[in-house]
């Protein structure tokens, strides 16, 4: 198990792509937010095992139907200290 944040460049504020993806993280009973970022972007970080890693990436890629993801960027955090009560939308 390992604490992923991914950075989503594209057309992903303003159609729905964060309530899409915390719908999907919440049936798949993950853990984790997802939140807007001031350029544009959107953050999410994930507590993922590694069988659902790939799952997750193509649920992040094909985003809302309105949206259009052009780009995602995946780190893992080495220390992460927060603590996630199931998947939640944050609003900064």
Same mark, same amino acid.
């Given at each position: 198990?390992?604490? %992923?944040?991914?950075?989503?460049?594209?057309? /992903?504020?303003?159609? %729905?792509?964060?309530k899409?993806?915390?719908?999907?993280a919440?049936?798949?009973?993950?853990?984790?937010?997802?939140k807007?970022?001031?350029n544009?972007?959107?953050?999410? /970080?994930?507590?993922?095992?590694?069988?659902?890693?790939? $799952?997750?990436?193509?649920?992040? $890629?094909?985003?809302?139907?309105?949206?259009?993801?052009?780009?995602?960027?995946?780190?893992?955090?080495?220390?992460?200290?927060?603590? %996630?009560?199931?998947?939640?939308i944050?609003?900064?």
């Amino acid at each position: 198990m390992e604490v %992923y944040k991914f950075i989503i460049y594209g057309k /992903v504020q303003g159609v %729905y792509y964060r309530k899409f993806i915390a719908q999907k993280a919440m049936q798949k009973q993950l853990e984790g937010y997802i939140k807007n970022l001031s350029n544009g972007t959107v953050e999410v /970080v994930a507590v993922l095992f590694d069988d659902d890693l790939e $799952n997750f990436k193509a649920i992040l $890629n094909e985003g809302s139907p309105l949206s259009f993801v052009e780009n995602i960027e995946m780190s893992i955090l080495d220390s992460d200290d927060l603590v %996630y009560d199931g998947f939640e939308i944050r609003y900064s």
